[in-house]
């Protein structure tokens, strides 16, 4: 976009973008909401707090006042009676009274522990009460029992001035004890009026906030995002002259004006566009006919070499069976030499040769028992697998459409590269799982052998990439290519699990039903005579 072409500047609310706006409508509503809610907190925590001191204090206050006054007047009844009467059963109640008196007023201490004016009432009715006890109650206890006790007589009016101090006592400890439930549960109402009407207008405030949230996510990026989305399908239609109207915030303008700047340019490049897909759709044709071409090339090439390689191998052969021993020892290491190379270019011929045909004469899909096939790649690497002294175990194997071949080569590379690449001092030992994945099989082989480094762990299934020399182990870097190509013809990848590291772990996965072929495969080809060194002259 050149500089005639860029919107002009704006200033104030209009320069600013969705980000600052919904920053700044983020803030205002955290702050709004973080008063709200400690003014509510508060209000909850005043609440709660009158709350208990009404249920945990006041009202057990009050109640165990009630019981001490009820005990009190049951000492007086008792020592009344048996004054006037000297009957000893008078005295129970009056024992009672005292077991309940000191219980309650412990309580009491306990519950107005802090509340000095309660704690001076409790103090009084302590007093008045010890008074009355010490001059009338424990006296009249004391005297003898069958007859009128005669300081009963003589005290009455004492007893009587005594007790009513009592009975003052007690009542202005119940009065106060009332006025302040009365003045807690007044306050429980206020507060719990006042935290309603709060929680009220929260409610409110929050509903027009969220109203408000809603309403400039609307106008300020739904709205423009509605807009630009109904300019930019009208340009998908094919319509691009259909220009697009930059609206919203600030970021959501320059979107539009790069969109926009984008509709121009396409504009422009449409019609180069077409032309290099063309070229590209027959640059895509040619490709293909050249991949066609080489693989065929591959196949034919690699089977018309046998008679040759074979002449060629027969030949050496024979010359170190006939003349070996009899010519230098020079003429019989080049001929080990020539029968080596003969033998690794005949087997590296034969390897690509499989590799050629993975997909084209092998492509017999049918239902396979994996297990079937299994067992059958053991007993052909029997012999390998019992020198080696290796121990293989398998789970249950699925049955699949595939082709029984190609199924069977996967195994046996897959299997004799796990016998073959062993550690020198300890056995192998080779584990196959298979577990369902969705609508794929995974297949796991592990081994304890000598590992593959994860840096290698592409490069293992490129053809003719070794990581080892011929000397220490023996292939011709074709077994992984050829599994990947197997693997890959029916639906499925193949990897190393670099996480493994106390040996090597290969991963593969196969369709229930392997894709169809897109291409038809070669006819086979007969395959040249072999050549015996025996029959030759």
Same mark, same amino acid.
């Given at each position: 976009?050149?500089?005639?072409?860029?919107?002009?500047?704006?200033?104030?609310?209009?320069?600013?973008?969705?980000?600052?706006?919904?920053?700044?409508?983020?803030?205002?509503?955290?702050?709004?909401?973080?008063?709200?809610?400690?003014?509510?907190?508060?209000?909850?925590?005043?609440?709660?707090?009158?709350?208990?001191?009404?249920?945990?204090?006041?009202?057990?206050?009050?109640?165990?006042?009630?019981?001490?006054?009820?005990?009190?007047?049951?000492?007086?009844?008792?020592?009344?009676?048996?004054?006037?009467?000297?009957?000893?059963?008078?005295?129970?109640?009056?024992?009672?009274?005292?077991?309940?008196?000191?219980?309650?007023?412990?309580?009491?201490?306990?519950?107005?522990?802090?509340?000095?004016?309660?704690?001076?009432?409790?103090?009084?009715?302590?007093?008045?009460?010890?008074?009355?006890?010490?001059?009338?109650?424990?006296?009249?206890?004391?005297?003898?029992?069958?007859?009128?006790?005669?300081?009963?007589?003589?005290?009455?009016?004492?007893?009587?001035?005594?007790?009513?101090?009592?009975?003052?006592?007690?009542?202005?400890?119940?009065? &106060? #004890?009332? $006025? @302040?439930?009365?003045?807690? *549960?007044?306050? =429980? /109402?206020?507060?719990?009026? %006042?935290?309603?009407?709060?929680?009220?207008?929260?409610?409110?405030?929050?509903?027009?906030?969220?109203?408000?949230?809603?309403?400039?996510?609307?106008?300020?990026?739904?709205?423009?995002?509605?807009?630009?989305?109904?300019?930019?399908?009208?340009?998908?239609?094919?319509?691009?002259?259909?220009?697009?109207?930059?609206?919203?915030?600030?970021?959501?303008? &320059? #979107?539009? $004006? @790069?969109?926009?700047?984008? *509709?121009?340019? =396409? /504009?422009?490049?449409?019609? %180069?566009?077409?032309?290099?897909?063309?070229?590209?759709?027959?640059?895509?044709?040619?490709?293909?006919?050249?991949?066609?071409?080489?693989?065929?090339?591959?196949?034919?090439?690699?089977?018309?070499?046998?008679?040759?390689?074979?002449?060629?191998?027969?030949?050496?052969?024979?010359?170190?069976?006939?003349?070996?021993?009899?010519?230098?020892?020079?003429?019989?290491?080049?001929?080990?030499?020539?029968?080596?190379?003969?033998?690794?270019?005949?087997?590296?011929?034969?390897?690509?040769?499989?590799?050629?045909?993975?997909?084209?004469?092998?492509?017999?899909?049918?239902?396979?028992?994996?297990?079937?096939?299994?067992?059958?790649?053991?007993?052909?690497?029997?012999?390998?697998?019992?020198?080696?002294?290796?121990?293989?175990?398998?789970?249950?194997?699925?049955?699949?459409?595939?082709?029984?071949?190609?199924?069977?080569?996967?195994?046996?590379?897959?299997?004799?590269?796990?016998?073959?690449?062993?550690?020198?001092?300890?056995?192998?030992?080779?584990?196959?799982?298979?577990?369902?994945?969705?609508?794929?099989?995974?297949?796991?082989?592990?081994?304890?052998?000598?590992?593959?480094?994860?840096?290698?762990?592409?490069?293992?299934?490129?053809?003719?990439?070794?990581?080892?020399?011929?000397?220490?182990?023996?292939?011709?870097?074709?077994?992984?290519?050829?599994?990947?190509?197997?693997?890959?013809?029916?639906?499925?990848?193949?990897?190393?699990?670099?996480?493994?590291?106390?040996?090597?772990?290969?991963?593969?996965?196969?369709?229930?039903?392997?894709?169809?072929?897109?291409?038809?495969?070669?006819?086979?080809?007969?395959?040249?005579?072999?050549?015996?060194?025996?029959?030759?002259?």
């Amino acid at each position: 976009m050149t500089g005639d072409e860029r919107p002009p500047r704006r200033r104030g609310f209009a320069a600013w973008t969705t980000r600052r706006w919904l920053r700044v409508g983020a803030a205002v509503s955290l702050a709004i909401l973080a008063l709200l809610g400690t003014t509510g907190a508060w209000v909850l925590a005043r609440t709660e707090s009158i709350s208990r001191d009404l249920v945990d204090v006041r009202s057990p206050a009050l109640t165990t006042a009630t019981r001490l006054e009820s005990a009190i007047l049951n000492q007086e009844t008792g020592i009344r009676g048996y004054g006037l009467t000297g009957k000893p059963e008078f005295l129970t109640p009056y024992g009672q009274g005292l077991t309940e008196q000191k219980t309650d007023m412990a309580r009491l201490a306990e519950l107005l522990a802090d509340d000095p004016a309660g704690l001076a009432d409790l103090k009084a009715v302590q007093n008045a009460v010890a008074r009355w006890q010490e001059r009338i109650a424990r006296p009249i206890a004391a005297a003898p029992a069958g007859a009128p006790a005669a300081l009963a007589i003589e005290r009455a009016a004492e007893g009587q001035t005594t007790f009513d101090a009592v009975r003052a006592a007690l009542t202005s400890q119940q009065e &106060r #004890l009332r $006025a @302040e439930r009365g003045q807690a *549960r007044d306050d =429980l /109402a206020a507060t719990m009026t %006042f935290r309603n009407w709060l929680f009220s207008a929260f409610a409110i405030l929050i509903v027009v906030l969220t109203v408000l949230i809603f309403e400039g996510l609307r106008r300020g990026i739904n709205r423009p995002l509605d807009q630009l989305g109904a300019d930019a399908r009208t340009i998908a239609g094919g319509d691009f002259d259909h220009p697009i109207t930059p609206t919203g915030p600030a970021d959501l303008r &320059r #979107l539009s $004006a @790069e969109i926009d700047f984008m *509709r121009r340019r =396409l /504009a422009r490049e449409l019609d %180069f566009s077409e032309e290099a897909r063309l070229r590209l759709d027959a640059q895509a044709a040619d490709l293909q006919r050249s991949n066609t071409e080489l693989e065929q090339f591959a196949y034919v090439a690699s089977h018309d070499l046998q008679e040759p390689l074979r002449k060629v191998s027969s030949f050496t052969q024979l010359l170190q069976r006939r003349y070996g021993g009899q010519l230098d020892t020079r003429a019989d290491q080049y001929i080990d030499f020539a029968v080596d190379g003969a033998n690794r270019m005949q087997i590296l011929i034969n390897d690509l040769l499989d590799f050629s045909r993975v997909g084209r004469l092998h492509n017999a899909h049918q239902g396979v028992d994996l297990d079937t096939v299994l067992e059958r790649t053991l007993s052909a690497l029997s012999v390998g697998i019992e020198e080696a002294g290796a121990t293989i175990t398998y789970d249950p194997m699925p049955t699949l459409v595939a082709d029984p071949t190609q199924i069977g080569m996967l195994w046996q590379n897959l299997i004799g590269n796990a016998v073959k690449f062993r550690r020198q001092d300890q056995a192998p030992d080779i584990h196959i799982t298979a577990a369902r994945e969705d609508d794929l099989w995974r297949f796991t082989i592990t081994d304890n052998g000598i590992g593959i480094a994860p840096e290698y762990a592409d490069k293992v299934f490129v053809i003719f990439q070794r990581l080892h020399t011929k000397d220490v182990y023996s292939g011709s870097g074709i077994g992984l290519a050829m599994c990947k190509k197997i693997v890959e013809f029916h639906g499925g990848t193949i990897a190393v699990d670099p996480t493994y590291q106390a040996g090597t772990r290969i991963t593969f996965t196969l369709a229930p039903e392997p894709p169809e072929s897109p291409s038809p495969g070669l006819p086979t080809m007969p395959e040249a005579t072999r050549f015996d060194p025996e029959q030759a002259p």
